[in-house]
């Protein structure tokens, strides 16, 4: 079993080279005229099919990569939920104009897409074609565009286009319908729409459904021709690892009683295959269901997908052989590719793993199908089901399997063309993949279908493509071999070409979870560091844990005369630091992010104990303390060369930058890494020396990463840090003639009171203070509800909402207000308080006793509120809060704690709520989930804000992706993670030197000819 959770990242050459290729050229070499034959006379026959549909024809005919093939995408996955007519409108005239639909109208009445197809798609009626007369029919259309009658019509197209992928509405209907003669060639899978639920009541819904269907099914006349399939993270809405136990205790009885109906009922039941993450939780439930005794003699039809394009696809089933054997019981297992494809590469980018999940060339992914299909083979305690629309794929297969019972799959509402060939031979088995429901679970289904149907890599695709080559379309994956060497998507490492991107845990794999070793009996003192020296003083306090209040050490507070040594120390060697070659100070800070990385264990116990941070947030957050140090190092690289500037001849003009000397940074504890990191290596590596505070309650994150900054080479001369007061140790170094630089994060009233000081100051030291923030989301009626939630939760709860960009005012158009109110309180029931060292964990503590009174003492202000139930504990916790306000102006500070505020608006009073947004004088960050263009620019280009987010969440801005930092009341820029940060904090010099001074212009002389 080990070896399945260890083989997500393997090396896809290695994969290939080792366990595929041989297995998969010798079967081809022996039986390639059979497999050549077999997948000629489908592709031939596909193309010479007469699709029945006109959407069948249309969704192959507009390619993804076109304007008009996202056009469509975009009205299918919006216009069935909108409910109000005005964002109805909006959507159509946003989309349709985009396309060049006139490229489409085609004189040749062969060719399957004509303007009534269009036409149908924009009116919902079949327009008689007559020739020349196209144009016009399709400009009157879109001229009428904003009608409602119009708008009913493309809302009932698209609805249409929807019913080629959805099977029945219900079960009931789905059953009668498949056992209609036409479909007496087919068997089906019925597939209970909906996606991973985002609350338990949706996943109640969904379990009732299941339920339901099994039942039903069972009762039917064929119930041995049906099957039901389940995607397990509609059942739970926590279906993830680090939620294990949880599930154990809420999810598995659930698929327990499901799989229990399945056998009294007669009825194959088959997990899909979801997200790579979920792979291993998939299996962990499997396993138990096997050692039960669900499983036997008289049931065998229970099974689950497995994905050709996952990496670990082929070692799964070479693990399911001799686990099956062992265990004498026999499953059915549905092979596909895989449609997550796309997903799973963003997220591994994001999340800096080490390598994808999946194979990143589409023929490996091809050649893995046919080597699991191999394996698949040798088991005896498997029926083998084959899902692909694939000519080769199949091809093969049927050569492969002539001797052993098998069955093809295919999904609804595609691949008839290719089933059309085969369908007429004797044996023929296939089971239809048939979506059941409502259109509004069908949006996310359908997308993955467009994406399918339309991506230019997509088998389906080629088929129809105007000049499809049947002997390209044919061709064996292993033709494609030589093309191993070369991969178009690097490394998640390498994504930004001119740097390293910081490594992530995958939270998801066995191997990496037991490798999060935390210690037992942690505790630790935080010192002062003076030239290189621990300081201890008599001011001494405790090291507290805000989650249980345990002491976990002591720190030793900086006394007035400590910051007079360290003041004086620093000066003393402004200049030796300074003068260090750039390429050194490169040297040490790419050191120190190495570092980071190799104790990124005890870093992530150390925020997880002093400041009670999540382990996910606090890997997240160290990962952006490596990325500022990368990031720095290479602007300080650019920036750093001299200039040499054209001018006069006789002239040698030079420009360069050079580090000011003494510079102040005070940190917060909400990033304790990050920000400190970040502030204090930008200080450092433009060659200030810095004196550097950080907050109080992360004393020990400080020391520690002190520490490790000296050993990655750093001269002890050129910092000190100095812990304890902040008024007292900055008040003192402001107050020194020789202080160049002030790096702030923190409150606005610190802040206030950091500038008034500087105010009284001869010369005029740089400041930059980043602050808070009242950050708003927007969200009109075309999002998607649940998508909206999901980002409100990480933007609002994630880190206790103790992050300057968290979202603090959701507003929502009143059409979706309910909605959305009502789901976000589902979603806030799944989060968990509790110890941060825990996986499980979703909120830990705020950060003390202080941060706990005032958040609760500004909730108790409000009547209408919901709130999560609290934890008994001794720490400091506030539960994840939603609080109804009436208007925006109804808050005026920013409230630090795990609390968003909820206020409606009407659409056609978005304006006057970008006003208000703006009139809170903040201006940090802003969120926006809309599906309309005009709507996001009209905000986007009258907010006042640092950073925009649209239909994301609205936290976690990525050092050099995503600069950081805001406006007016939050800050005085320039942007964390930017391209203009460390010039702030140097001086400029130019250089001129009359080079004709000394002995005249000698080099022009010599320049110019005769
Ligand atoms: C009956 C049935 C049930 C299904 N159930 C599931 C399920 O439970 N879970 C699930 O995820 N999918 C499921 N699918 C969807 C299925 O994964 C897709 O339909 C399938 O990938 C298409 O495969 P193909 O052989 O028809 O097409 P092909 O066009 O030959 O192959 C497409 C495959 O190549 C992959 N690909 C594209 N580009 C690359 C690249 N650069 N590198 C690597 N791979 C690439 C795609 O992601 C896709 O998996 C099911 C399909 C059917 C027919």
Same mark, same amino acid.
């Given at each position: 079993?080990?070896?399945?959770?260890?083989?997500?990242?393997?090396?896809?050459?290695?994969?290939?080279?080792?366990?595929?290729?041989?297995?998969?050229?010798?079967?081809?070499?022996?039986?390639?005229?059979?497999?050549?034959?077999?997948?000629?006379?489908?592709?031939?026959?596909?193309?010479?099919?007469?699709?029945?549909?006109?959407?069948?024809?249309?969704?192959?005919?507009?390619? %993804?990569?076109?304007?008009?093939?996202?056009?469509?995408?975009?009205?299918?996955?919006?216009?069935?939920?909108?409910?109000?007519?005005?964002?109805?409108? &909006?959507?159509?005239?946003?989309?349709?104009?985009?396309?060049?639909?006139?490229?489409?109208?085609?004189?040749?009445?062969?060719?399957?897409?004509?303007?009534?197809?269009?036409?149908?798609?924009?009116?919902?009626?079949?327009?008689?074609?007559?020739?020349?007369?196209?144009?016009?029919?399709?400009?009157?259309?879109?001229?009428?565009?904003?009608?409602?009658?119009?708008?009913?019509?493309?809302?009932?197209?698209?609805?249409?286009?929807?019913?080629?992928?959805?099977?029945?509405?219900?079960?009931?209907?789905?059953?009668?319908?498949?056992?209609?003669?036409?479909?007496?060639?087919?068997?089906?899978?019925?597939?209970?729409?909906?996606?991973?639920?985002?609350?338990?009541?949706?996943?109640?819904?969904?379990?009732?459904?299941?339920?339901?269907?099994?039942?039903?099914?069972?009762?039917?006349?064929?119930?041995?021709?049906?099957?039901?399939?389940?995607?397990?993270?509609?059942?739970?809405?926590?279906?993830?690892?680090?939620?294990?136990?949880?599930?154990?205790?809420?999810?598995?009885?659930?698929?327990?009683?499901?799989?229990?109906?399945?056998?009294?009922?007669?009825?194959?039941?088959?997990?899909?295959?979801?997200?790579?993450?979920?792979?291993?939780?998939?299996?962990?439930?499997?396993?138990?269901?096997?050692?039960?005794?669900?499983?036997?003699?008289?049931?065998?039809?229970?099974?689950?997908?497995?994905?050709?394009?996952?990496?670990?696809?082929?070692? =799964?089933?070479?693990?399911?052989?001799?686990?099956?054997?062992?265990?004498?019981?026999?499953?059915?297992?549905?092979?596909?590719?895989?449609?997550?494809?796309?997903?799973?590469?963003?997220?591994?980018?994001?999340?800096?793993?080490?390598?994808?999940?999946?194979?990143?060339?589409?023929?490996?992914? &091809?050649?893995?199908?046919?080597?699991?299909?191999?394996? %698949?083979?040798?088991?005896?305690?498997?029926?083998?089901?084959?899902?692909?629309?694939?000519?080769?794929?199949?091809?093969?297969?049927?050569?492969?399997?002539?001797?052993?019972?098998?069955?093809?799959?295919?999904?609804?509402?595609?691949?008839?063309?290719?089933?059309?060939?085969?369908? /007429?031979?004797?044996?023929?088995?296939?089971?239809?993949?048939?979506?059941?429901?409502?259109?509004?679970?069908?949006?996310?289904?359908?997308?993955?279908?467009?994406?399918?149907?339309?991506?230019?890599?997509?088998?389906?695709?080629?088929?129809?493509?105007?000049? #499809?080559?049947?002997?390209?379309?044919?061709?064996?994956?292993?033709?494609?071999?030589?093309?191993?060497?070369?991969?178009?998507?690097?490394?998640?490492?390498?994504?930004?070409?001119?740097?390293?991107?910081?490594?992530?845990?995958?939270?998801?794999?066995?191997?990496?979870?037991?490798?999060?070793?935390?210690?037992?009996?942690?505790?630790?003192?935080?010192?002062?560091?003076? !030239?290189?020296?621990?300081?201890?003083?008599?001011?001494?306090?405790?090291?507290?844990?805000?989650? &249980?209040?345990?002491?976990?050490?002591?720190?030793?507070?900086?006394?007035?005369?400590?910051? &007079?040594?360290?003041?004086?120390?620093?000066?003393?060697?402004?200049?030796?630091?300074?003068?260090?070659?750039?390429? /050194?100070?490169?040297?040490?800070?790419?050191?120190?992010?190495?570092?980071?990385?190799?104790?990124?264990?005890?870093?992530?116990?150390?925020?997880?104990?002093? #400041?009670?941070?999540?382990?996910?947030?606090?890997?997240?957050?160290?990962?952006?303390?490596?990325?500022?140090?990368?990031?720095?190092? /290479?602007?300080?690289?650019?920036?750093?060369?001299?200039?040499?500037?054209?001018?006069?001849?006789?002239?040698?003009?030079?420009?360069?930058?050079?580090?000011?000397?003494?510079?102040?940074?005070?940190?917060?504890?909400?990033?304790?890494?990050?920000?400190?990191?970040?502030?204090?290596?930008?200080?450092?590596?433009?060659?200030?020396?810095?004196?550097?505070?950080?907050?109080?309650?992360?004393?020990?994150?400080?020391?520690?990463?002190?520490?490790?900054?000296?050993?990655?080479?750093?001269?002890?001369?050129?910092?000190?840090? =100095?812990?304890?007061?902040?008024?007292?140790?900055?008040?003192?170094?402001?107050?020194?003639?020789?202080?160049?630089?002030?790096?702030?994060?923190?409150?606005?009233?610190?802040?206030?009171?950091?500038?008034?000081?500087?105010?009284?100051?001869?010369?005029?030291?740089?400041?930059?203070?980043?602050?808070?923030?009242?950050?708003?989301?927007?969200?009109?009626?075309?999002?998607?509800?649940?998508?909206?939630?999901?980002?409100?939760? #990480?933007?609002?709860?994630?880190?206790?909402?103790?992050?300057?960009?968290?979202?603090?005012?959701?507003?929502?158009?009143?059409?979706?207000?309910?909605?959305?109110?009502?789901?976000?309180?589902?979603?806030?029931?799944?989060?968990?308080?509790?110890?941060?060292? /825990?996986?499980?964990?979703?909120?830990?503590?705020?950060?003390?006793?202080?941060?706990?009174?005032?958040?609760?003492?500004?909730?108790?202000?409000?009547?209408?509120?919901?709130?999560?139930?609290?934890?008994?504990?001794?720490?400091?916790?506030?539960?994840?809060?939603?609080?109804?306000?009436?208007?925006?102006?109804?808050?005026?500070?920013?409230?630090?704690?795990?609390?968003?505020?909820?206020?409606?608006?009407?659409?056609?009073?978005?304006?006057?709520?970008? !006003?208000?947004?703006?009139?809170?004088?903040?201006?940090?960050?802003?969120?926006?989930?809309?599906?309309?263009?005009?709507?996001?620019? %009209?905000?986007?280009?009258?907010?006042?804000?640092?950073?925009?987010?649209?239909?994301?969440?609205?936290?976690?801005?990525?050092?050099?992706?995503?600069?950081?930092?805001?406006?007016?009341?939050?800050?005085?820029?320039?942007?964390?993670?930017?391209?203009?940060?460390?010039?702030?904090?140097?001086?400029?010099?130019?250089?001129?030197?009359?080079?004709?001074?000394?002995?005249?212009?000698?080099?022009?002389?010599?320049?110019?000819?005769?």
């Amino acid at each position: 079993m080990q070896k399945i959770f260890s083989n997500k990242y393997t090396n896809q050459k290695d994969i290939v080279e080792k366990n595929f290729f041989n297995l998969v050229s010798d079967f081809s070499k022996h039986n390639q005229k059979e497999i050549e034959t077999t997948s000629i006379a489908i592709v031939q026959n596909a193309i010479d099919y007469k699709i029945g549909s006109q959407f069948g024809k249309l969704i192959h005919e507009f390619s %993804l990569s076109s304007n008009e093939g996202i056009v469509l995408m975009c009205l299918a996955e919006a216009l069935l939920r909108i409910p109000d007519a005005k964002t109805i409108n &909006d959507l159509i005239e946003d989309k349709i104009p985009i396309g060049d639909w006139k490229k489409y109208i085609k004189n040749d009445k062969d060719l399957f897409v004509n303007i009534s197809s269009i036409a149908f798609l924009l009116t919902g009626k079949i327009v008689e074609e007559k020739e020349n007369e196209h144009k016009n029919i399709l400009g009157k259309i879109v001229k009428n565009l904003s009608e409602p009658l119009l708008r009913n019509a493309i809302k009932q197209a698209v609805n249409i286009l929807a019913k080629q992928f959805v099977f029945e509405k219900d079960i009931e209907k789905a059953i009668k319908f498949s056992d209609e003669k036409k479909h007496e060639k087919y068997t089906f899978s019925f597939d209970m729409l909906g996606e991973a639920a985002v609350t338990y009541e949706d996943s109640e819904r969904y379990y009732k459904q299941y339920e339901n269907a099994i039942l039903t099914t069972g009762q039917s006349k064929n119930p041995e021709k049906k099957s039901i399939s389940i995607k397990l993270s509609s059942l739970h809405p926590r279906y993830e690892r680090n939620k294990l136990d949880l599930l154990k205790k809420e999810l598995y009885p659930k698929v327990f009683k499901l799989v229990e109906l399945g056998r009294q009922n007669k009825v194959d039941i088959c997990f899909d295959a979801e997200e790579a993450d979920r792979l291993n939780l998939s299996l962990f439930i499997f396993k138990e269901i096997i050692e039960s005794n669900l499983i036997d003699e008289t049931y065998s039809g229970f099974g689950f997908a497995v994905q050709a394009y996952q990496k670990r696809a082929f070692f =799964v089933l070479e693990w399911l052989n001799q686990y099956l054997e062992s265990k004498n019981k026999k499953i059915n297992i549905r092979l596909v590719k895989g449609a997550y494809w796309d997903t799973e590469i963003k997220i591994a980018q994001e999340q800096g793993f080490n390598d994808y999940p999946v194979f990143t060339k589409k023929f490996v992914t &091809d050649i893995s199908y046919l080597a699991c299909a191999h394996k %698949l083979l040798e088991n005896n305690n498997v029926y083998s089901q084959f899902a692909t629309h694939n000519a080769h794929s199949i091809a093969y297969i049927k050569t492969l399997f002539k001797h052993k019972d098998f069955e093809f799959q295919k999904l609804h509402g595609m691949g008839d063309e290719i089933y059309s060939h085969l369908e /007429k031979e004797d044996g023929f088995k296939c089971r239809v993949y048939a979506p059941v429901g409502g259109y509004q679970d069908l949006l996310p289904y359908l997308v993955r279908r467009l994406l399918e149907n339309g991506a230019n890599t997509s088998f389906i695709h080629q088929l129809k493509s105007k000049n #499809s080559d049947i002997k390209k379309l044919i061709q064996s994956p292993l033709d494609k071999i030589e093309k191993l060497n070369f991969d178009k998507i690097k490394k998640p490492a390498d994504i930004y070409e001119d740097r390293k991107n910081s490594s992530g845990l995958d939270l998801s794999e066995e191997d990496i979870i037991n490798q999060l070793k935390f210690e037992n009996n942690f505790s630790g003192n935080a010192f002062s560091i003076i !030239d290189g020296q621990d300081i201890k003083t008599s001011n001494e306090n405790n090291i507290i844990s805000p989650f &249980d209040l345990t002491i976990l050490g002591k720190k030793y507070y900086a006394e007035e005369q400590t910051v &007079d040594i360290a003041i004086k120390k620093l000066k003393e060697n402004s200049n030796t630091w300074k003068k260090v070659p750039i390429e /050194k100070k490169i040297e040490i800070f790419l050191n120190f992010a190495n570092l980071i990385e190799e104790n990124i264990n005890h870093i992530i116990q150390i925020c997880a104990k002093e #400041s009670g941070k999540s382990i996910k947030n606090s890997i997240a957050e160290i990962r952006e303390a490596i990325d500022f140090c990368r990031y720095y190092s /290479k602007e300080a690289n650019i920036i750093f060369r001299e200039k040499i500037l054209k001018g006069p001849t006789g002239e040698m003009n030079k420009y360069k930058i050079i580090g000011k000397g003494l510079s102040l940074v005070i940190s917060p504890w909400n990033f304790p890494i990050a920000i400190f990191v970040g502030q204090t290596v930008a200080a450092l590596i433009t060659g200030n020396v810095v004196l550097t505070k950080p907050a109080e309650q992360s004393s020990f994150a400080a020391y520690y990463l002190i520490k490790l900054l000296l050993k990655a080479g750093l001269p002890k001369e050129a910092i000190a840090l =100095v812990l304890g007061d902040g008024a007292l140790i900055a008040n003192k170094v402001i107050q020194d003639k020789k202080l160049k630089n002030v790096i702030f994060t923190g409150s606005l009233d610190t802040a206030k009171i950091i500038q008034s000081n500087l105010q009284k100051k001869e010369n005029i030291p740089t400041f930059i203070a980043e602050t808070g923030g009242l950050n708003c989301m927007i969200v009109d009626s075309s999002a998607l509800p649940e998508h909206v939630v999901k980002d409100v939760v #990480s933007s609002g709860f994630d880190s206790a909402g103790q992050r300057c960009s968290a979202c603090r005012i959701l507003c929502v158009e009143e059409n979706i207000y309910e909605k959305i109110k009502d789901i976000l309180i589902g979603a806030m029931k799944t989060q968990n308080m509790g110890d941060p060292e /825990k996986l499980s964990t979703d909120i830990g503590p705020v950060i003390d006793a202080d941060a706990q009174a005032n958040i609760n003492n500004h909730i108790k202000k409000f009547s209408k509120f919901f709130q999560n139930e609290n934890i008994s504990s001794n720490g400091y916790f506030v539960p994840p809060t939603l609080i109804e306000i009436e208007k925006l102006s109804d808050l005026k500070n920013e409230i630090f704690g795990p609390v968003v505020h909820i206020t409606k608006y009407k659409a056609s009073e978005l304006e006057k709520l970008i !006003d208000e947004i703006n009139d809170l004088g903040f201006g940090l960050t802003l969120g926006i989930h809309s599906r309309i263009d005009k709507t996001v620019n %009209l905000i986007v280009s009258k907010v006042e804000v640092g950073n925009i987010y649209i239909n994301r969440n609205m936290i976690g801005a990525v050092v050099g992706v995503q600069p950081f930092g805001g406006y007016e009341k939050s800050g005085t820029g320039p942007k964390a993670g930017g391209p203009e940060y460390l010039k702030r904090l140097c001086y400029e010099q130019s250089i001129s030197n009359n080079t004709a001074a000394m002995g005249g212009n000698a080099s022009l002389l010599s320049e110019v000819e005769d």
